[in-house]
Nanobody, 115 residues
Framework: QVQLVESGGGLVQAGGSLRLSCAAS????????MGWYRQAPGKQRELAAQ???????YYADSVKGRFTISRDNAKNTVYLQMNSLKPEDTAVYYC?????????WGQGTQVTVSS
């Protein structure tokens, strides 16, 4: 079993920055993928960014150039540095990890960007 605990959400003005963290505990071995999805009110959950255990990254076009995903493999922790935030980035952000035993989710953290 894998558990994910997120932190770092909050309220920020447009143009500001936030850093999300997600710590995973449990049985995580070998190759894995960690990342962040987000879900705005009335919209489907969408992938924002992912990073493999080898360091390869993926960004959605909507966040490319503004968000940076990174991880500390020794701590099984993934980070999402969000800069130049826009009101349309307002959403609940969910951390996930994909392992050989399946996909696991965090509880979500609210990010609100005011104009």
């Amino acid at each position: 079993q894998v558990q994910l605990v997120e932190s770092g959400g909050g309220l920020v003005q447009a143009g500001g920055s936030l850093r999300l963290s997600c710590a995973a505990s449990g049985r995580i071995f070998g190759f894995n993928v960690m990342g962040w999805y987000r879900q705005a009110p009335g919209k489907q959950r969408e992938l924002a960014a992912q990073i493999t255990s080898g360091g390869a990254t993926y960004y959605a076009d909507s966040v490319k150039g503004r968000f940076t995903i990174s991880r500390d493999n020794a701590k099984n922790t993934v980070y999402l540095q969000m800069n130049s935030l826009k009101p349309e980035d307002t959403a609940v952000y969910y951390c996930h990890v994909d392992t050989s035993s399946g996909r696991y989710w965090g509880q979500g953290t609210q990010v609100t960007v005011s104009s």
